[in-house]
């Protein structure tokens, strides 16, 4: 009778694997890839903003590309960085490293950090954060450097906006209803608080306004979409990412915190930092990334020699189904989902 009982749950698995079913009875030929990505040159993703190349059919994905399998002083993996590019053919379910972004445009070893593209009248624009040189411990003067491109592998260096001030990093630009560009980014030298918004009508010259966000609280790496009706905002508290919501992208509701405890898929731990949103009709997908390595996302103590071990520097890419429940957002990043990165309709 056991042997019976054995060969039957084994039919059945079978069964379910075959007609494309998990255990929790839903649809898995769409699953997505845990880890999602990790960069097969350095092992070190960061900052993944996504982007859907109309010449190639195909979604990109652009990271800060930290140079993770580097042993030097403290945070030196975090500078000299390029921008990496990976790219899916196949809705998402596949990712291939494609290389790195040609973007200097003054002698010397530079550093490129937390992209952000959108398209507009027939280019790609790109904004993110450049500092000059390679540095051992954080430090350095960060500007916001706009690129633009018709193809997103040839790119112009335009200039560096004027914005609030020459320290500003992590772009997230939004068109509202009238055809007005937002942008929310961090202005490290703003003491009343560091979480700001400037405002274009062509992505080349932006209005400016002193007056924080979120005024007393330090957070980074913000990203704005529409969905269900709302105009939601997340930021990287370094613990997991805060939720915001608006109706009109001025006055913002602070809600509770997403991918703030650690999940049990491969590589998905601690807490997801710094990343994207995708809405694609009724769907939202976060992309994040993660330090597998760390108990803390912020807990990295160097060895005896101020090297920070390779295992608590490596990062890798994920991402979860954002839901909205009970008038906001939340993310089970252990929960299945049907992952399909198809084309964007508009």
Not at 130 to 157: C, P
Not at 283 to 310: M, Q
Request: charged share 25%.
């Amino acid at each position: 009778m056991r042997l019976i009982r054995k060969h039957f749950l084994g039919f059945v698995t079978l069964l379910i694997a075959a007609m494309g079913s998990n255990a929790y009875g839903q649809e898995t030929n769409h699953v997505a890839p845990a880890p999602l990505f990790r960069d097969p040159i350095t092992d070190g993703v960061a900052d993944p903003t996504l982007i859907y190349n109309k010449d190639e059919k195909a979604w990109w994905m652009l990271y800060t590309q930290r140079r993770a399998n580097t042993d030097a002083a403290d945070v030196a993996y975090c500078y000299g960085t390029a921008i990496g590019i990976a790219s899916t053919s196949d809705e998402g379910k596949t990712w291939v490293y494609r290389g790195t972004l040609d973007l200097e445009f003054e002698k010397g070893k530079n550093t490129f950090w937390a992209p952000d593209v959108v398209y507009h009248d027939g280019k790609y624009h790109m904004y993110l954060a450049y500092i000059k040189g390679v540095r051992n411990h954080w430090g350095g003067q960060a500007k916001m450097a706009h690129y633009v491109s018709t193809n997103l592998w040839d790119w112009e260096f335009l200039d560096f906006p004027t914005l609030t001030s020459e320290k500003v990093i992590d772009a997230s630009l939004f068109k509202d209803r009238t055809g007005l560009w937002r942008m929310w980014y961090k202005d490290e030298a703003n003491p009343a608080g560091n979480m700001l918004m400037a405002e274009s009508s062509d992505l080349k010259t932006w209005k400016t306004n002193r007056k924080p966000i979120f005024p007393g609280k330090g957070q980074e790496g913000p990203k704005v979409f529409a969905y269900k009706g709302y105009y939601w905002l997340l930021t990287d508290e370094w613990a997991g990412m805060r939720v915001y919501r608006s109706k009109d992208l001025q006055h913002w509701e602070k809600q509770g915190r997403i991918l703030d405890t650690k999940g049990s898929r491969p590589d998905d731990t601690p807490t997801g930092a710094h990343g994207d949103v995708i809405v694609l009709k009724d769907k939202a997908y976060v992309f994040y990334f993660t330090h597998p390595g760390r108990k803390e996302h912020r807990k990295s103590d160097n060895n005896e020699i101020g090297v920070l071990p390779y295992e608590l520097r490596r990062s890798s890419a994920q991402v979860a189904e954002l839901k909205f429940e009970n008038g906001t957002l939340t993310v089970n990043r252990d929960e299945p989902f049907d992952f399909i990165l198809s084309a964007p309709t508009d």
